[in-house]
Protein backbone atom coordinates (compact mmCIF):
# COMPACT_ATOMS: atom_id res chain seq x y z
CA UNK A 1 0.00 0.00 0.00
CA UNK A 2 1.47 3.42 -1.31
CA UNK A 3 1.23 5.82 1.87
CA UNK A 4 1.07 8.43 -0.68
CA UNK A 5 -1.07 7.38 -2.73
CA UNK A 6 -3.50 6.60 0.57
CA UNK A 7 -2.98 10.20 1.64
CA UNK A 8 -4.02 12.05 -1.13
CA UNK A 9 -7.33 9.15 -1.52
CA UNK A 10 -7.77 10.59 1.88
CA UNK A 11 -7.84 14.17 1.13
CA UNK A 12 -9.69 14.36 -2.00
CA UNK A 13 -12.81 11.88 -0.59
CA UNK A 14 -12.63 14.62 2.92
CA UNK A 15 -12.78 17.34 0.69
CA UNK A 16 -15.61 15.93 -1.79
CA UNK A 17 -17.73 14.92 1.62
CA UNK A 18 -16.85 18.76 2.54
CA UNK A 19 -15.05 18.08 5.71
CA UNK A 20 -12.21 19.45 7.48
CA UNK A 21 -9.19 17.86 8.53
CA UNK A 22 -10.78 18.65 12.20
CA UNK A 23 -13.98 17.41 11.62
CA UNK A 24 -12.67 14.32 10.18
CA UNK A 25 -10.36 13.91 13.25
CA UNK A 26 -13.15 14.41 15.42
CA UNK A 27 -15.16 11.62 14.21
CA UNK A 28 -11.60 8.99 14.78
CA UNK A 29 -10.92 10.55 18.02
CA UNK A 30 -7.55 11.99 16.34
CA UNK A 31 -6.07 15.40 16.16
CA UNK A 32 -6.11 17.36 12.72
CA UNK A 33 -2.03 17.43 13.21
CA UNK A 34 -2.73 13.06 12.54
CA UNK A 35 -4.64 13.18 9.43
CA UNK A 36 -2.28 16.12 8.01
CA UNK A 37 -0.15 13.31 8.40
CA UNK A 38 -1.77 10.80 6.74
CA UNK A 39 -2.42 13.04 3.76
CA UNK A 40 0.91 14.46 2.93
CA UNK A 41 1.69 10.74 3.31
CA UNK A 42 3.87 11.39 6.09
CA UNK A 43 2.16 8.66 8.57
CA UNK A 44 0.05 5.81 8.14
CA UNK A 45 -3.60 5.29 9.96
CA UNK A 46 -3.72 2.58 12.52
CA UNK A 47 -4.92 -0.89 11.50
CA UNK A 48 -7.90 -0.34 14.15
CA UNK A 49 -8.73 3.03 12.12
CA UNK A 50 -9.42 1.85 8.92
CA UNK A 51 -12.43 0.63 9.29
CA UNK A 52 -13.92 3.74 11.49
CA UNK A 53 -12.25 5.71 8.54
CA UNK A 54 -14.09 3.90 5.38
CA UNK A 55 -17.36 5.19 6.96
CA UNK A 56 -16.66 8.56 7.90
CA UNK A 57 -15.89 9.19 4.42
CA UNK A 58 -18.36 7.26 2.81
CA UNK A 59 -15.97 4.70 1.06
CA UNK A 60 -15.77 0.79 0.97
CA UNK A 61 -12.46 -0.65 2.75
CA UNK A 62 -11.25 -2.06 -0.24
CA UNK A 63 -11.60 1.36 -2.01
CA UNK A 64 -9.50 2.95 1.10
CA UNK A 65 -7.05 -0.12 1.29
CA UNK A 66 -6.46 0.52 -2.30
CA UNK A 67 -6.38 3.95 -2.54
CA UNK A 68 -8.81 4.58 -4.87
CA UNK A 69 -12.57 3.82 -6.51
CA UNK A 70 -12.97 0.06 -7.50
CA UNK A 71 -16.21 -0.60 -9.54
CA UNK A 72 -16.29 -4.10 -7.79
CA UNK A 73 -17.29 -4.87 -3.91
CA UNK A 74 -15.35 -7.75 -3.65
CA UNK A 75 -11.90 -9.28 -4.36
CA UNK A 76 -10.12 -12.18 -4.48
CA UNK A 77 -9.21 -13.79 -1.02
CA UNK A 78 -5.49 -14.07 -1.97
CA UNK A 79 -5.67 -10.04 -3.09
CA UNK A 80 -7.21 -9.25 0.24
CA UNK A 81 -4.93 -11.24 2.33
CA UNK A 82 -1.92 -9.72 0.37
CA UNK A 83 -3.55 -5.86 1.44
CA UNK A 84 -4.21 -6.61 4.57
CA UNK A 85 -0.48 -7.76 5.39
CA UNK A 86 1.00 -4.97 3.77
CA UNK A 87 -1.42 -3.11 5.74
CA UNK A 88 0.02 -4.60 8.60
CA UNK A 89 3.11 -4.48 7.79
CA UNK A 90 3.16 -0.29 7.67
CA UNK A 91 1.28 0.18 10.29
CA UNK A 92 4.21 -1.34 12.84
CA UNK A 93 6.64 0.45 10.99
CA UNK A 94 4.77 3.79 11.46
CA UNK A 95 4.41 2.92 15.06
CA UNK A 96 7.78 2.14 16.45
CA UNK A 97 7.27 4.43 19.42
CA UNK A 98 4.08 2.31 20.58
CA UNK A 99 5.52 -0.73 20.01
CA UNK A 100 9.32 0.23 21.77
CA UNK A 101 6.97 1.16 24.62
CA UNK A 102 4.97 -2.46 24.78
CA UNK A 103 8.85 -3.96 24.80
CA UNK A 104 10.24 -1.73 27.01
CA UNK A 105 7.36 -2.43 29.94
CA UNK A 106 8.30 -6.06 29.30
CA UNK A 107 11.50 -5.36 29.60
CA UNK A 108 11.29 -3.67 32.63
CA UNK A 109 8.69 -6.18 34.09
CA UNK A 110 11.20 -8.91 33.58
CA UNK A 111 13.79 -6.71 35.54
CA UNK A 112 12.09 -5.67 38.39
CA UNK A 113 10.97 -9.73 38.98
CA UNK A 114 14.38 -10.56 39.13
CA UNK A 115 15.54 -8.23 41.63
CA UNK A 116 12.46 -8.56 43.48
CA UNK A 117 13.74 -12.79 43.34
CA UNK A 118 17.03 -11.24 44.34
CA UNK A 119 16.00 -9.35 47.48
CA UNK A 120 13.67 -12.64 48.20
CA UNK A 121 16.55 -15.00 48.03
CA UNK A 122 19.01 -12.03 50.28
CA UNK A 123 16.37 -11.58 53.01
CA UNK A 124 14.31 -14.15 52.96
CA UNK A 125 10.88 -14.93 54.42
CA UNK A 126 10.66 -11.68 56.36
CA UNK A 127 10.46 -10.00 52.44
CA UNK A 128 8.20 -12.55 51.01
CA UNK A 129 4.80 -11.34 51.41
CA UNK A 130 5.90 -7.42 49.71
CA UNK A 131 7.64 -9.40 47.03
CA UNK A 132 4.50 -11.61 46.16
CA UNK A 133 2.42 -8.12 46.23
CA UNK A 134 4.47 -6.59 43.67
CA UNK A 135 5.03 -9.10 41.55
CA UNK A 136 1.34 -9.59 41.18
CA UNK A 137 0.57 -5.56 41.00
CA UNK A 138 3.60 -5.58 38.59
CA UNK A 139 1.65 -8.29 36.61
CA UNK A 140 -1.42 -6.73 37.08
CA UNK A 141 -0.01 -3.30 35.05
CA UNK A 142 1.86 -5.31 32.66
CA UNK A 143 -1.45 -7.04 30.72
CA UNK A 144 -3.52 -3.31 29.69
CA UNK A 145 -0.14 -1.77 28.97
CA UNK A 146 0.59 -4.43 26.48
CA UNK A 147 -3.08 -3.27 24.93
CA UNK A 148 -1.97 0.43 24.58
CA UNK A 149 0.91 0.25 23.29
CA UNK A 150 -0.04 -2.73 20.84
CA UNK A 151 -3.05 -2.12 20.13
CA UNK A 152 -3.95 -5.36 20.83
CA UNK A 153 -7.20 -5.20 22.82
CA UNK A 154 -7.82 -8.55 24.48
CA UNK A 155 -11.62 -9.02 25.99
CA UNK A 156 -12.92 -8.55 29.34
CA UNK A 157 -10.74 -11.59 30.14
CA UNK A 158 -7.71 -10.07 29.94
CA UNK A 159 -9.08 -7.37 31.76
CA UNK A 160 -10.34 -9.75 34.61
CA UNK A 161 -7.10 -11.43 34.94
CA UNK A 162 -5.27 -8.09 35.46
CA UNK A 163 -7.93 -6.82 37.96
CA UNK A 164 -7.39 -10.63 39.88
CA UNK A 165 -3.62 -9.74 40.00
CA UNK A 166 -4.37 -6.36 41.62
CA UNK A 167 -6.47 -7.87 44.08
CA UNK A 168 -4.22 -11.05 44.71
CA UNK A 169 -1.34 -8.08 45.04
CA UNK A 170 -3.41 -6.46 47.86
CA UNK A 171 -4.40 -9.40 49.98
CA UNK A 172 -0.77 -10.25 50.26
CA UNK A 173 -0.66 -7.23 51.80
CA UNK A 174 -3.11 -8.02 53.89
CA UNK A 175 -2.10 -11.35 54.87
CA UNK A 176 1.39 -9.30 56.11
CA UNK A 177 -0.61 -6.99 58.16
CA UNK A 178 -2.38 -10.37 59.93
CA UNK A 179 1.35 -11.85 60.56
CA UNK A 180 2.24 -8.41 62.49
CA UNK A 181 -0.80 -8.58 64.44
CA UNK A 182 -0.92 -12.27 65.23
CA UNK A 183 2.89 -12.01 66.35
CA UNK A 184 2.04 -8.85 68.51
CA UNK A 185 4.71 -6.94 66.36
CA UNK A 186 2.72 -3.36 66.50
CA UNK A 187 5.81 -1.55 66.42
CA UNK A 188 6.57 -2.76 63.21
CA UNK A 189 3.52 -2.60 62.09
CA UNK A 190 3.25 1.25 62.99
CA UNK A 191 6.46 1.59 60.98
CA UNK A 192 5.06 -0.02 58.02
CA UNK A 193 0.95 0.73 57.70
CA UNK A 194 1.17 3.85 56.30
CA UNK A 195 3.72 2.60 53.07
CA UNK A 196 1.61 -0.26 52.70
CA UNK A 197 -2.29 2.28 52.19
CA UNK A 198 -0.23 3.72 49.51
CA UNK A 199 0.78 0.54 47.87
CA UNK A 200 -2.26 -0.18 47.99
CA UNK A 201 -3.77 2.71 46.94
CA UNK A 202 -1.19 2.56 44.20
CA UNK A 203 -1.75 -0.95 42.31
CA UNK A 204 -5.77 -0.43 43.04
CA UNK A 205 -5.76 2.72 40.98
CA UNK A 206 -3.18 2.45 38.23
CA UNK A 207 -4.51 -0.95 37.67
CA UNK A 208 -8.32 0.37 37.29
CA UNK A 209 -6.64 3.60 35.66
CA UNK A 210 -5.02 1.32 32.54
CA UNK A 211 -7.97 -1.25 32.24
CA UNK A 212 -10.22 1.76 31.59
CA UNK A 213 -7.95 2.52 29.07
CA UNK A 214 -7.75 -0.51 27.47
CA UNK A 215 -11.35 -0.96 27.45
CA UNK A 216 -12.14 2.53 25.75
CA UNK A 217 -9.76 1.38 23.29
CA UNK A 218 -11.06 -1.55 22.62
CA UNK A 219 -14.72 -0.11 22.63
CA UNK A 220 -13.65 2.31 20.11
CA UNK A 221 -12.63 -0.53 17.83
CA UNK A 222 -15.45 -2.22 17.46
CA UNK A 223 -18.46 0.42 17.95
CA UNK A 224 -18.00 1.02 14.55
CA UNK A 225 -21.07 1.93 12.56
CA UNK A 226 -20.38 -1.18 9.88
CA UNK A 227 -19.50 -3.38 12.86
CA UNK A 228 -23.05 -2.27 14.20
CA UNK A 229 -24.25 -2.94 10.95
CA UNK A 230 -23.36 -6.32 11.06
CA UNK A 231 -25.16 -7.41 14.31
CA UNK A 232 -22.24 -7.09 16.66
CA UNK A 233 -23.26 -5.94 20.40
CA UNK A 234 -21.70 -2.78 21.62
CA UNK A 235 -22.18 -1.44 25.35
Not at 57 to 69: A, K, Q, T
Not at 194 to 205: E, R
Request: aromatic residues 6%.
Amino acid sequence: MDAAKLGRFIAETRKARGMTQAQLGARLYVTDKTVSKWERGAGFPDIRTLEPLAEALEVSLVDLMRGERTETESIPVETAEAMLTETLALTRERRPVEYLLGWGAVAAFGVAVLLLLLLLLTNGKIVAYSVTSLCLGLGAWLIPLLSLTWGRPRGPWAVLGSLSLAAAAVAAQFFQIRDHVRLGDWSSLEDTIDALAWVVLLFLAAAVLLNVLSVLLEHRARCTPRSLDRGRRCS
